[in-house]
């Protein structure tokens, strides 16, 4: 069983979903929890100055995992979904002069394609490119979906289904060639893969604490500067802290938290992703090589280390994933399984219903060893023979 409080006796293979808290994180943040409690927009004293400190320091260990030619450009909130919705919302609010169109893709995250349907209703244009049967996104359709009305370009860095990474480069190019500005919601993607904001091009990159070995209830918005600025409206009024952007006293434990998760993805991701890769590899070979009619789901190198989405012949996801109490795993999206449909990423690369119904996806992590990798193989395995789909 896999409950909260003590250590589960359990392996833990959903590290898309969300990632525990690295020891030496909950470290940083402890003192932020006890005595340096102080309210970082307090200017009168020792309090507030302490806290404002560490929140600066944070924010330049955000801007350092992700290229940002200056701390300021970070804007902290309380995860990605909420960095989204600022991206995007916060852009769509004063149309530049009269364009009221939006491009995405069909494999964004809910964060994005929601805030995306809202501003449908309210008059905007969408338009969402399609991916080709790795998951990635047609370049060329994203070129002729821009218009001289597009507003705004939103195509995240790596999917949280299937672990793709979209052409980042050519997305960067493109928006840069059109004069559009481009979102990226680099949930996934931050800390696991290299990613740098000014070499991609990218003008707002949303990011968050728990998918990075740091804190639930924290994310950032990076926010370009450049000339003209871009004209994000905050979405959150109130006492004007985050440069106006994002009003109410900072989070300053989870931000110190965030700060550090940051300054170690960073650190250790030269020799994380290969770790994570060849255990990735590792486990798709062994369950290759015992149940009939795998397929990956997802893009065989430009794919997250962590991540693997496979079909698993005609197995029944669902009933294979109750069966294991004892391992972690999540079928297609944690927010579309359970509910009985399948899942809307996986139906995009063109796979069929049953075959959705059949994957299962493996989120290996920091944390994750090769002694759990192929214990989880193997308590799959022998379920698979029984758990077939009718
Ligand atoms: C997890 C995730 C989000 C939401 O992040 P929260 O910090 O939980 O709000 C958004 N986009 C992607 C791609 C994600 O994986």
Redesign the pocket.
Known sequence: MCEGGAAPPCIYLDN???TPLDPRVLEAMMPCLRQGFGNASSKSHAYGWAAAEQVERARAQVADLIGAAAPREIIFT???????NLAILGLCDTPVDGRNHIVTCVT?????LDPCRHLERRGWRVSTVGVDAAGRLDVAQLDEAVTGDTALITV?A???EIGTVHPLAEVGQLARARGVPWHC????AAGKIPLDVEALGVDLL?L????IYGP????ALYVRRRKPRLPLAAQQLGGGQERGLRSGTLNVPGIVGLGRACQLCAEELPGEGPRLAALRDRLHRNLDGAIPGVQLNGHRDHRLPGCLNVVLGTVDGGRLLAALRDVALSSGSACASGEGHPSAVLKALGRTDSEAFSSVRFGLGRFTTGDEVDTAARRVIEQAGRLQLN
Do not use: I, L, R, Y
Not at 78 to 84: F, I, N, Q, V, Y
Not at 185 to 188: E, F, R, V
């Open positions: 898309q979903a969300t309380s995860g990605a979904t909420e960095a989204d964004e995250h809910p964060a994005v995240m790596a999917n949280n919601d680099a949930a996934q949303s968050s604490g728990h998918k639930k209830g924290v994310g």
